[in-house]
């Protein structure tokens, strides 16, 4: 019989991190999480700052856009297994938005639970435009 993987059972990669070729580093999960954690309430990180930050502990060009967007899905959703579990202090992945500032659907509970988040930490969440999703405003 087929037992599910925990979803911190899925951030275990041996392969990762990994810089290719001396230019695009391939981060791991924990890496991931270690630099959302540094994220203090009231602040917030884009996902360009995010890659920027784990290509500089790397010394790569770049961090692969695709895989830090896939493993932040993963960590985000290793924060909600262990809130389930009681466990009091997670990764803090809802103060990780979008480049423009706009919020991200794939988190758990999708935009609205992020805006819902980020509101009891003081910010301001103005809703999209048509098909664009909320975004935090700076006013």
Same mark, same amino acid.
């Given at each position: 019989m087929y037992k599910r993987k925990t979803w911190r059972e899925k951030m275990d990669n041996p392969k990762l /991190? !990994?810089?290719?070729?001396?230019?695009?580093?391939?981060?791991? /999960?924990?890496?991931?999480?270690?630099?959302?954690?540094?994220?203090r309430e009231g602040r917030l990180?884009?996902?360009?700052?995010?890659?920027?930050?784990?290509?500089? !502990?790397y010394a790569a060009k770049t961090t692969c856009p695709l895989l830090t967007g896939i493993l932040l899905h993963i960590v985000s959703e290793v924060a909600e297994e262990e809130a389930a579990a009681g466990k009091q202090r997670i990764t803090p992945y809802w103060r990780v938005i979008k480049d423009d500032g706009s919020l991200n659907p794939k988190f758990p509970g999708g935009v609205e639970r992020q805006a819902e988040r980020l509101r009891e930490e003081g910010h301001r969440v103005v809703a999209g435009r048509g098909k664009k999703p909320p975004r935090v405003s700076n006013t």
């Open positions: /991190p !990994k810089v290719v070729d001396g230019e695009m580093l391939l981060p791991s /999960p924990y890496d991931i999480e270690a630099v959302i954690r540094t994220v990180l884009t996902t360009s700052q995010l890659r920027e930050t784990l290509a500089g !502990k």
